[in-house]
């Protein structure tokens, strides 16, 4: 595995790469520029640099401010931007205040600059509450998965899949991917959430978080597709836990990927900094992973710095 310390594009490279308060990092690189995208209050703010190590000193600017009020004014969560059909677009959860209204909503950006416009496409209909929406693509196919209750109660939440007709809907009912049956995806309450997608050869791996986000006990859940047939719960096996706490770093999860060109595969997530239950301790980190002989990530422990 490469340490980061030791690569040249990293020496200046010190975790957390985002400092607390900061969460649900949705971090890219395009056209040799890295983006790191977060939810701020009711804003989302984009920060864009050359080098990886250069993010965290990035001046935060607002792309997006959510309306005073209205169905997506308030509890603005997880965004990410994705570059769909030559066209930027943002996911992201939003309700009006009370939470039993959280649904995803998309906007598109109004020129090739993710730091200009958006407008509003509309709500996807992911048939009840969601959160933590992200794109999976396979042989010009995409598909939408996501965070959703079962039905109207906040006491479980299950992963959730289903066809996108275009970038801005969704076609054909949604289908169960998993639900939190182990005792490690079931502390504080039985939940799945902030799924992400990973590739390697024939493979197709949904990267999850489960347990409460807001406990120590937050960790990585990880879906495993070897047939392409996305929509049958059937063809995902489950393993688990594959990132967890450790003494000095608590409440990992919610993470997401990029491939570097030199220093290979990178993680990024977010951890506590206080085994105190609570969100506002959360800061962002980054850390290269491996893959083991039968072809499974392996993404070691989180770091301390």
């Known amino acids: 595995m490469v340490s980061l310390a030791s690569h040249p594009d990293f020496r200046s490279l010190v975790n957390p790469i985002l400092p607390a308060p900061a969460a649900d990092p949705w971090v890219i690189q395009h056209g040799g520029v890295w983006f790191a995208l977060l939810a701020v209050d009711r804003t989302l703010q984009l920060r864009a640099a050359s080098q990886l190590s250069e993010l965290r000193n990035a001046e935060p600017v607002t792309i997006w401010r959510a309306p005073r009020t209205g169905p997506y004014s308030r509890n603005i969560w997880a965004p990410e931007m994705h570059r769909l059909d030559g066209r930027w677009y943002l996911y992201l959860a939003a309700d009006d205040g009370r939470n039993k209204n959280h649904r995803m909503w998309v906007f598109e950006a109004e020129s090739p600059n993710p730091f200009g416009q958006w407008r509003c496409r509309g709500m996807l209909d992911t048939g009840g509450w969601a959160i933590d929406g992200t794109v999976l693509e396979e042989n010009g196919q995409r598909y939408f998965v996501w965070s959703g209750w079962p039905g109207r109660k906040n006491d479980q939440q299950n992963l959730y899949i289903s066809e996108m007709r275009n970038p801005w809907k969704l076609t054909g009912p949604r289908v169960a991917l998993t639900e939190p049956t182990e005792s490690w995806e079931r502390v504080a309450l039985p939940l799945c959430e902030g799924p992400q997608i990973l590739r390697r050869g024939s493979r197709t791996f949904v990267v999850y978080s489960a347990s409460g986000s807001w406990t120590p006990d937050y960790c990585l859940g990880l879906l495993v597709n070897e047939d392409g047939n996305f929509l049958n719960p059937a063809s995902w096996t489950k393993r688990g836990p594959v990132f967890q706490k450790t003494e000095h770093v608590w409440g990992v999860g919610h993470c997401c990927f990029v491939e570097h060109p030199h220093a290979g595969d990178l993680i990024f997530y977010h951890a506590k ?19 083991t002989a039968e072809g ?10």
């Open 296 to 305: 499974l990530p392996d993404f070691g422990h989180p770091v301390t710095v």
């Open 273 to 291: 900094t206080d085994r105190a239950h609570g969100w506002k301790d959360r800061d962002v980190r980054v850390q290269p992973f491996g893959w």
